[in-house]
């Protein structure tokens, strides 16, 4: 790996101030055993809803043996980033949403909600920690685009990783 | 906290979950559309 260099500014008189290295020192770092993943979900022509209304997909994982499965599988993903955008000037939302099961979903009774945010266009939700998922439960990612425009196009992208490693 | 109703739309669109080795293509995921469920008006 790549290793990162950067100078420590020193302002004033005494200690140089370390606490830009905090910043780096949060970002992912991947290390051999973990894999980097990518969503994107690409919809056309979506019917524009009134808010505070809102579309949802579920997200999908590869299992052990790289079957795509709904339900998080064994080896945990780690969301770092969540982003929608309309390619339109119009106010846009996305959230994350963890539920206990497919059926939960259904009927939204959301067992955790990592936050929502909007923008203009463009809405991102940045997880610095990364969010990791269990074993069983079902992410969703909820989004919209409140234009009085009757249809509106949205690529969603969610960055993350996963372990090849499963360790006990 | 309002109740929410969910129904399933379909609206043809594509997943693509891409890893450094691996990649999958998933035609028309589940799309929910999240409403809030009308409450029945109980003067009628």
């Not at chain 2, 129904?7 to 589940?30: C, H, L």
Request: with cysteine.
């Amino acid at each position: 790996m790549k290793p990162i260099y950067f100078t420590v500014p020193q302002v004033g008189v005494g200690r140089k101030d370390y606490s830009e290295t905090v910043e780096f020192a949060s970002e992912a770092s991947f290390k051999g055993h973990q894999r980097r993943d990518c969503w994107v979900v690409d919809y056309s022509g979506v019917p524009t809803i009134p808010f505070p209304f809102s579309y949802a997909v579920l997200l999908q994982f590869w299992d052990a043996a790289h079957v795509v499965v709904v339900p998080a599988p064994d080896i945990p993903y780690h969301i770092y980033k969540v982003t929608i955008t309309t390619g339109r000037a119009a106010l846009t939302m996305t959230g994350l949403y963890r539920f206990a099961s497919l059926a939960d979903a259904y009927i939204w009774n959301v067992e955790r909600w990592y936050g929502d945010t909007y923008g203009y266009g463009k809405a991102e939700l940045v997880y610095t920690n990364g969010i990791k998922t269990e074993q069983g439960k079902v992410y969703c990612v909820s989004f919209a685009e409140y234009s009085e425009m009757p249809t509106f196009d949205f690529r969603m992208t969610v960055n993350g990783l996963h372990e090849e490693v499963l360790y006990g | 906290m309002d109740e929410k109703e969910v129904k399933q739309v379909k609206i043809p669109g594509k997943m693509v979950i891409t890893s450094e080795d691996k990649r999958s293509e998933i035609d028309n995921p589940v799309i929910l559309l999240v409403t809030k469920k009308e409450k029945e008006d109980k003067n009628k």
